[in-house]
T-cell receptor
């Protein structure tokens, strides 16, 4: 499936590194989401963007910084992460006025 | 806010048997309930969903039932096959979002790992 793509697929970083995750959707959607998926925990919504405007910040620490330059692209900038931030980060998109969210393949992040 | 509980956390069935996964939600205003399937190493994919104006929905071997009064909904898989093995997530949409209509945020359950033994 190529509707929602994410890069990189795997990322290992130290606690002092700065890195960025990228998400791109080719579905003509206008809402995009970042989720965190940790073992044995529910999918946690982090950020929501509607028409490039952030509409939700689910009490996410400032070491995670989202950016949405247009409706097709979403970034998650990472800085000074902690080992407990290691998880699968999933991007999703949807069309406003519809219910279905389409997920990307995720970035498996490991913080050393 | 909305809270979604999902049970069981693991489920093992024999090929051909039925599997049932149950979820409860707390927000009576929730009106949309999707189910996602996530195979190992792959992305979650929507397999079926139901809205609060419907009590049951079927799609081939998969069905979802909703009891609004009791605030619970269930996924039923009949004639299970090994390829049904995956983690299944339920979700509930916590009311309406900023644009009205159908753009509230999804709250997910913790997932059920289903294993279908041949």
């Amino acid at each position: 499936e190529t509707g929602v793509t994410q890069t990189p697929r795997h990322l290992v970083m130290g606690m002092t590194n700065k890195k960025s995750l990228k998400c791109e959707q080719h579905l003509g959607h206008n809402a995009m989401y970042w989720y965190k998926q940790s073992a044995k925990k529910p999918l946690e919504l982090m950020f929501v963007y509607n028409f490039k405007e952030q509409t939700e910040n689910n009490s996410v620490p400032s070491r995670f910084s989202p950016e949405c330059p247009n409706s097709s692209h979403l970034f998650l900038h990472l800085h000074t992460l902690q080992p407990e931030d290691s998880a699968l980060y999933l991007c999703a998109s949807s069309r406003l006025g519809t219910d279905t969210q389409y997920f990307g393949p995720g970035t498996r992040l490991t913080v050393l | 806010g909305e809270n979604v509980e999902q049970h069981p956390s693991t489920l093992s069935v024999q090929e051909g048997d039925s599997a049932v996964i149950k979820c409860t939600y707390s927000d009576s205003a929730s009106n949309y309930f999707p189910w996602y399937k996530q195979e190992l190493g792959k992305r979650p994919q929507l397999i079926i969903d139901i809205r609060s104006n419907v009590g049951e929905k079927k799609d081939q071997r998969i069905a979802v039932t909703l009891n609004k009064t009791a605030k619970h909904f269930s996924l039923h898989i009949t004639e299970t096959q090994p390829e049904d093995s995956a983690v299944y997530f339920c979700a509930a949409r916590a009311g309406y979002g900023n644009y009205g209509g159908s753009q509230g945020n999804l709250i997910f359950g913790k997932g059920t790992k289903l294993s279908v033994k041949p």
